[in-house]
């Protein structure tokens, strides 16, 4: 059964997703509403994300495709209703019901393989209209009248990228997350899917943490929930995950008894800040990177632990790191900060620097192109393993962003 354990112990099992329809759809128009900084190369984003599969595999870790697993999914009747049903809602303000019903119709007639891409990279008018050609049925729908033949009946959904954020496992179960953007909120519906019906996860017995659909709109990011191990959960508080989401995590991991502390930790309400993992890792079991422009000593946190009637009991920490050491049993953390001027490491911030997969302890994948910050973590002691993420990086998340581990050894 998969499980993840700690954020630094040996990877095994991990779901990535290579670039696809999702990222030839990125325009200078829609970019940023659907979270980009900058429109993609996509050949060489997807020379990008192979590397980054491939350093995964040499490193023993099996690598699961998201595209795979949705199109694995979406095998059963009773599946592609439960993601059609929710995606196609025709109380969506662009939809209605001829519109929803003539897309239900062309995507319920595709293959499985057809319509996790297009679940995936969204549906155009134009390809809708082509797909519908002769069995356009009596009922017309001015809602698709009203769109222009390029404009999308179904979004694309890029960020799909970044599978840390939208399902994260915390020890032995899972948070589908509900997501705060508009632009990533689809993306919840698919995991639902695979997690309800694959076969690989269906009979699994995994806890269910989160239900993104019942918890909305309470928000729980992946990028903000670090496992860091003895029953320890870490919680970002910034511009994406709430308190109510981290309260409802920890109610439900308390009931369970699968953790028994949550940290949660208050962050600046930036898009720079956006998750806990865009300024915050952990690298070993005894070291954590920040960011250098975060005063250490400055940052409010909170200890939430089983309280009575469900509700946590809370307790304000008068230092994080003092309190992630009596968490963890230790005397101390190592907290490594890369000493560089305030333009690289904002720069490096923005390029996530900060933002490590560990694959074992003391062993990150990291983007090259943060120099000080790479440099600084080898001179402690940490073998970083550099990837290129120039085109990868555009959508602003790294390495730890774009993987959601589902079976990782404690450490
Ligand atoms: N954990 C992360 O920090 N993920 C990066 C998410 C980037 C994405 N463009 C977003 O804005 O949600």
């Known amino acids: 059964m998969f499980h993840v354990n700690s954020e630094v112990g040996a990877l095994k099992h991990v779901i990535l997703h290579e670039p696809g329809l999702d990222f030839e759809r990125l325009t200078p128009d829609n970019k940023d509403e659907l979270l980009f900084d900058d429109v993609v190369w996509v050949s060489r984003a997807k020379e990008e994300h192979?590397?980054?599969?491939q350093l995964l595999r040499e490193r023993g870790v099996t690598v699961h495709l998201l595209h795979d697993l949705l199109a694995e999914t979406v095998?059963?009747?009773?599946?592609?209703?439960?993601?059609?049903?929710?995606?196609?809602?025709?109380?969506?303000?662009?939809?209605?019901?001829?519109?929803?019903?003539?897309?239900?119709?062309?995507?319920?007639?595709?293959?499985?393989?057809?319509?996790?891409?297009?679940?995936?990279?969204?549906?155009?008018?134009?390809?809708?209209?082509?797909?519908?050609?002769?069995?356009?049925?009596?009922?017309?729908?001015?809602?698709?009248?009203?769109?222009?033949?390029?404009?999308?009946?179904?979004?694309?959904?890029?960020?799909?990228?970044?599978t840390r954020d939208t399902s994260?496992?915390?020890?032995?179960?899972?948070?589908?997350?509900?997501?705060?953007?508009?632009?990533?909120?689809?993306?919840?519906?698919?995991?639902?899917?695979?997690?309800?019906?694959?076969?690989?996860?269906?009979?699994?017995?995994?806890?269910?943490?989160?239900?993104?659909?019942?918890?909305?709109?309470?928000?729980?990011?992946?990028?903000?929930?670090?496992?860091?191990?003895?029953?320890?959960?870490?919680?970002?508080?910034?511009?994406?995950?709430?308190?109510?989401?981290?309260?409802?995590?920890?109610?439900?991991?308390?009931?369970?008894?699968?953790?028994?502390?949550?940290?949660?930790?208050?962050?600046?309400k930036a898009r720079a800040f956006m998750h806990l993992d865009t300024v915050m890792t952990m690298v070993d079991r005894d070291a954590f990177t920040l960011f250098t422009g975060l005063d250490r000593a400055g940052l409010r946190s909170w200890t939430l632990t089983p309280g009575a009637r469900q509700v946590p009991d809370v307790c304000e920490n008068t230092d994080l790191f003092a309190a992630i050491a009596a968490a963890l049993g230790l005397d101390r953390v190592?907290?490594?900060?890369?000493?560089?001027?305030?333009?690289?490491?904002?720069?490096?911030?923005?390029?996530?620097?900060?933002?490590?997969?560990?694959?074992?302890?003391g062993s990150v994948i990291a983007y090259e192109v943060n120099e000080h910050s790479n440099r600084m973590l080898e001179d402690n002691g940490i073998e970083v393993l550099r990837i290129r993420g120039d085109q990868l990086g555009r959508g602003r998340g790294g390495p730890r962003c774009m993987s959601c581990p589902i079976e990782r050894d404690a450490v």
């Open 50 to 53: 192979r590397a980054f599969q």
């Open 75 to 162: 095998k059963t009747e009773e599946a592609v209703a439960f993601v059609l049903d929710r995606v196609l809602d025709d109380r969506q303000p662009h939809l209605g019901a001829a519109l929803a019903g003539a897309a239900r119709q062309v995507l319920t007639a595709m293959g499985p393989g057809d319509l996790a891409t297009h679940l995936l990279g969204g549906l155009s008018k134009r390809e809708l209209s082509e797909a519908l050609g002769e069995r356009r049925g009596p009922s017309r729908s001015f809602a698709l009248d009203l769109l222009a033949d390029d404009d999308f009946v179904l979004p694309p959904l890029p960020n799909s990228l970044f």
């Open 168 to 268: 994260c496992w915390v020890y032995d179960g899972v948070c589908v997350n509900p997501m705060r953007k508009a632009g990533r909120r689809r993306e919840t519906v698919n995991y639902e899917a695979i997690y309800n019906f694959h076969p690989m996860f269906a009979e699994s017995g995994a806890q269910r943490w989160i239900d993104g659909e019942a918890m909305a709109p309470a928000v729980i990011e992946g990028g903000d929930v670090e496992v860091i191990g003895n029953g320890t959960v870490l919680v970002g508080l910034g511009e994406r995950t709430t308190p109510a989401g981290v309260e409802i995590l920890a109610r439900r991991l308390f009931e369970a008894g699968s953790a028994r502390r949550v940290i949660a930790v208050e962050l600046p």
């Open 334 to 361: 190592r907290v490594l900060q890369a000493e560089q001027d305030t333009f690289s490491a904002r720069r490096e911030q923005w390029n996530d620097g900060c933002n490590l997969l560990a694959v074992a302890p």
